[in-house]
């Protein structure tokens, strides 16, 4: 509380300081890729801002790197309108077609000198960003290019993107444009996390930039590994350049992140042989690039062509082929979902594919290797677009050994056996037997998955084995466990196998919407068990629920109706939730319960005012919500009591004249002391 001591105008420099000092870090980690202190340090000057700040409230500005991620998640996107219409560019794929963009350009201005700038194509999403007087002030998607998203608040997530201008002669309104990506390692870690937590991968890292930005909650949008590139301005007031190149450099002096490797051509040639470097030279970047972009360098030329309806006459994109191989289709393999669903997947002689070793591909389903014929013993084509596993994209017919056979789809589950059967209105085909233990295996797997049950220790390998050994048949098996059964297992010593009983033992407690998570009723993600968990508090009532009833609920479709509602009506499930009860698993949603308890506060409506000295207004409020109370954040009528700590505000004043009960901070902890 050595702060306290501090002037008002002492506090401000202060906070000043650590923003600049937190900021120019921020440059050197995410723009110039060479921090200078531990991310400790950089925590620490964070957290000292973040309390500053909590004192004096009124200090707190919107471009304080605090401000990053907000609150409150929203209800739905605002639209806006975009000044300059964002539009789209025109696609090439041959050095040709390059030639014949330059000519047109040249028939123009006959006698003029034509310089190009030569950019990657960021496989991203588009975003504008707009600053005013060096603070940003709006993130927007392009969206038909007249309309876009407000995602503001996501945007201010993203620690690439400045949320204040550096530099001292920045125009005074700037609107920059550019792409949010996730590049390869964030995509791939980002993935891996979402398959452990049960949740389906992104198919490539643009899906993922897009999927994050879209968002309602800041919070989430901030947990996922987005980063940006500028590549233009649209408008800019104050200040007028010349050319592209010279208005990229303003960007880079403004502490905004340039696209990488762009370059300035004074021919055409040059334009030709930079696009042709970098189709191999991409390989080795960390993210990825569909293509070069290359737009005409002066503004003043820029201006003259114009544009089409569609898209600017002075910028073309020359595509790159999607990144490919050849190799041999050795054997396809069938894996068994927890579901019972059958994917196909191809086994492959390994072959280096964008960096990696590629040996397995998927093949999606049955109906895909019909469509394109595809057979073991084929020469295959691979392909990448950034995906995390790669897809056979066809068959060299030409390398076709002559005796070869079309696939045939097997009739029986590889696992246990049983007829697979296809779904009506689905291209899946299904292992239909219950008890086929590779749907068991990934049953377990998933019950005990993070964002389900959350046990600790149970993973592919400890599964495998339960199942194998025949220890566990069913789920609720798993609550029957004895040390003496785990011990003789591999990789278990009696310290493990003790810590697996205790994980077990604490999953009794999940909260409710895990529980309905966990057990894998199809269509229901964790979303929709939150909405279930919400709406009927026990799992009684989500059994005894009617289809109609399920359907009536917010969100929930009549495709998930009927799958939770046969779900809960098949014996094996009967049997199998009376069998979790038994063993102790809380049917009820244990956090909600708790909270209804006590509800001293019920209806009672409270409002904060000064600083409080053992809590923060933010815990205060937690406090006041747990005994059924209500937050307000200024004094009315319907104010029951007003909540005084150090250097109250107006809010006082008004408490008095209106003779609202006013508790100082002793008073008001003593509804908690219980
Ligand atoms: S310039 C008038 N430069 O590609 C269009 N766009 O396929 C001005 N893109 O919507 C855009 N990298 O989102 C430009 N270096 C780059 C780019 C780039 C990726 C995106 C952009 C555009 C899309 C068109």
Redesign the pocket.
């Known amino acids: 509380m050595k702060e306290k001591s501090l002037t008002r105008e002492e506090v401000r420099i202060k906070i000043e300081k650590l923003r600049k000092e937190i900021e120019r870090h921020d440059q050197k980690y995410f723009l110039e890729n060479a921090p200078v202190i531990s991310d400790y340090e950089y925590d620490r000057l964070m957290k000292q801002l973040k309390d500053l700040e909590a004192l004096h409230p009124d200090l707190v500005t919107l471009d304080s790197p605090t401000q990053r991620v907000g609150e409150k998640p929203l209800e739905s996107f605002s639209s806006v309108r975009h000044a300059i219409p964002?539009?789209?560019?025109e696609n090439t794929y041959s050095h040709e077609e390059v030639l014949e963009f330059h000519q047109r350009i040249q028939k123009v201005f006959p006698n003029e000198e034509i310089h190009y700038v030569v950019?990657?194509?960021?496989d991203?999403l588009?975003i504008l960003l707009k600053y005013e007087n060096g603070v940003l002030t709006l993130g927007a998607t392009?969206g038909d290019g007249f309309t876009g998203d407000d995602v503001t608040s996501n945007i201010k997530t993203i620690h690439s993107i400045a949320l204040k201008l550096s530099g001292k002669k920045w125009p005074s309104l700037l609107e920059v444009?550019g792409?949010v990506y996730m590049d390869h390692f964030g995509f791939k870690k980002f993935n891996q996390e979402r398959e452990k937590a049960s949740e389906a991968p992104f198919a490539n890292p643009r899906n993922a930039a897009s999927g994050s930005l879209k968002l309602l909650n800041p919070r989430e949008t901030a947990q996922r590994p987005l980063t940006f590139f500028a590549?233009?301005m649209a408008r800019c007031e104050g200040l007028q350049f010349e050319t592209h190149s010279q208005a990229l450099r303003a960007l880079q002096s403004y502490g905004v992140r340039v696209?990488e490797h762009y370059k300035k051509c004074d021919s055409i040639q040059e334009v030709l042989a930079c696009c042709d470097a970098w189709e191999e030279k991409r390989k080795e970047l960390l993210y990825d690039i569909d293509g070069r972009?290359i737009?005409v360098d002066s503004f003043r030329i820029q201006n003259l062509l114009g544009s089409t309806s569609k898209?600017?006459r002075w910028?073309i994109?020359y595509k790159y082929q999607a990144q490919s191989a050849v190799t041999l289709l050795e054997n396809i393999v069938l894996q068994v979902g927890r579901t019972g669903t059958l994917t196909p997947v191809a086994q492959l002689t390994p072959v280096e594919l964008c960096g990696t070793t590629v040996s397995r591909a998927t093949l999606h389903n049955r109906d895909e290797i019909e469509r394109k014929d595809i057979r073991i013993g084929d020469r295959v084509r691979i392909e990448k677009g950034g995906e995390v596993i790669p897809k056979v994209v066809g068959v060299v017919l030409e390398k076709r050994p002559s005796m070869s056979k079309p696939f045939k789809f097997p009739t029986a589950c590889p696992e246990c056996g049983s007829l697979v059967v296809r779904d009506e209105s689905e291209v899946a085909i299904r292992c239909q037997n219950a008890s086929c233990p590779a749907q068991l295996k990934r049953s377990l797997e998933h019950f005990a998955s993070r964002k389900a049950m959350d046990i600790e220790g149970m993973g592919e390998r400890l599964v495998d084995q339960l199942v194998n050994q025949k220890l566990v048949c069913s789920v609720p098996d798993l609550y029957r466990l004895k040390l003496e059964d785990l011990m003789p297992l591999e990789r278990m010593g009696e310290k493990s196998s003790q810590n697996l009983l205790e994980a077990l033992e604490q999953s009794k407690k999940r909260s409710l919407h895990r529980f309905i998570f966990g057990l894998g009723i199809r269509h229901v993600g964790i979303h929709a068990a939150e909405i279930l968990a919400m709406k009927y508090r026990e799992m009684e009532a989500v059994i005894n629920a009617s289809c109609e009833d399920l359907e009536a609920t917010h969100e929930i479709g009549s495709v998930m109706a009927k799958s939770i509602f046969s779900f809960f009506h098949t014996k094996e499930n009967i049997q199998m939730m009376s069998r979790l009860e038994k063993s102790g698993l809380c049917m009820k949603d244990y956090e909600i319960a708790s909270r209804k308890k006590d509800e001293t506060l019920s209806g009672k409506v409270f409002v904060l005012t000064g600083i409080l000295k053992s809590l923060s207004r933010e815990e205060a409020g937690q406090l006041i919500k747990t005994l059924g109370g209500r937050v307000s954040s200024s004094v009315s009528r319907s104010t029951d009591y007003v909540v005084v700590g150090e250097d109250p505000g107006s809010k006082l004043k008004k408490a008095k004249e209106w003779k609202i009960k006013i508790l100082d901070e002793e008073e008001f902890l003593k509804f908690f002391k219980k």
């Not at 964002?86 to 560019?89: D, K, T, V």
């Open positions: 964002m539009l789209s560019i950019e990657p194509k960021i991203g588009a392009r444009k792409e590549h233009g696209v972009v737009k898209s600017p910028v994109a």
